[in-house]
């Protein structure tokens, strides 16, 4: 039985094994450790930028540590160790062909690392590039993630999303001045619907007051209702709501519109704009 254990234990296929298993366990073990410690530190930091930061690192300790694991496993094995010295040694047509495979991944990687250093966007920031809004959910060494409106993920690459105009609705400030737009009919009372807009735009609890304390001493209201333009059927009315950020500042304009129309139901005066034709009949007698 001890000759038997020793033969097996001399074994070549047994030491590459255990070699091999070894790195996997020690790369698992080392890469759970570090992305413990970031996820108990995201959890203590409130500061968008520090976030973005150490899930970045995590990002990057994830990818070098596989590379790693990878590369011990390759050098393991003689019979692949020969065959990747050989090709990195000697194979010139390899090499070019990986530095164009590889030219698109690493335009990514480094656009990511200006996306940490230059701050155009942070984990947790609110975007709208092109027709999407979302929230940034990570930034990986070659993508950011966002998630949309309806829960979905968009990916983009890094080197497509820092050559593309955005609007950042969070950066430096997070409140939103969100405008809302009210049409009535000509046959309206304008003073009355300036008036329940108002009365219905204060009420909603998302609203914040942004008046200077100039503005308050000279009795400027919190709310301003507009008379923007006149249209062929229809008065419209431009209405700034001030909020702490996007989704509720998008919340209270839902809500406060539906106010505003159930309000017009019953009020004396005032009605929303819908369209209208008059028909003139000329009377040749």
Do not use: C
Not at 61 to 90: E, H, M, N, Q, R
Not at 194 to 219: C, F, W, Y
Not at 234 to 243: G, H, K, M, Q, T
């Amino acid at each position: 039985m001890v000759e038997y254990l020793k033969e097996f234990l001399s074994d070549p296929f047994y030491n590459v094994t255990s070699k091999i298993l070894l790195i996997l366990l020690f790369g698992i073990i080392l890469n759970r450790f570090f992305k413990l410690f970031l996820q108990r530190s995201i959890d203590k930091i409130e500061n968008t930028s520090n976030k973005t930061r150490i899930k970045f690192i995590g990002n990057a300790i994830d990818f070098l540590s596989y590379t790693i694991v990878f590369i011990g496993a390759i050098y393991t094995i003689p019979s692949l160790k020969a065959l990747a010295v050989g090709l990195f040694a000697g194979a010139s047509i390899f090499a070019a062909f990986l530095g164009f495979a590889s030219q698109k991944a690493f335009s990514d990687i480094i656009s990511g690392l200006f996306i940490i250093i230059f701050k155009p966007f942070r984990v947790d920031d609110i975007l709208k590039i092109k027709d999407e809004i979302g929230t940034v959910e990570d930034i990986t060494l070659r993508h950011t993630v966002m998630r949309g409106l309806e829960n979905k993920r968009l990916i983009y690459p890094n080197s497509w999303i820092t050559s593309e105009p955005l609007i950042n609705w969070t950066l430096v400030d997070p409140r939103v001045n969100k405008f809302m737009y009210v049409s009535i009919s000509y046959d309206s009372d304008i003073a009355t619907a300036e008036k329940i807009i108002k009365e219905e735009a204060i009420k909603h609890p998302s609203l914040i007051d942004v008046r200077t304390e100039e503005q308050k001493a000279n009795g400027e209201p919190i709310v301003k209702v507009d008379v923007l333009s006149f249209d062929n059927f229809v008065i419209n009315f431009r209405v700034p709501l001030w909020a702490e950020d996007l989704p509720n500042a998008m919340g209270m304009m839902f809500d406060v519109q539906r106010a505003i129309q159930e309000r017009f139901k019953t009020e004396e005066g005032v009605e929303l704009a819908k369209p209208s034709q008059k028909l003139y009949i000329k009377n040749e007698n």
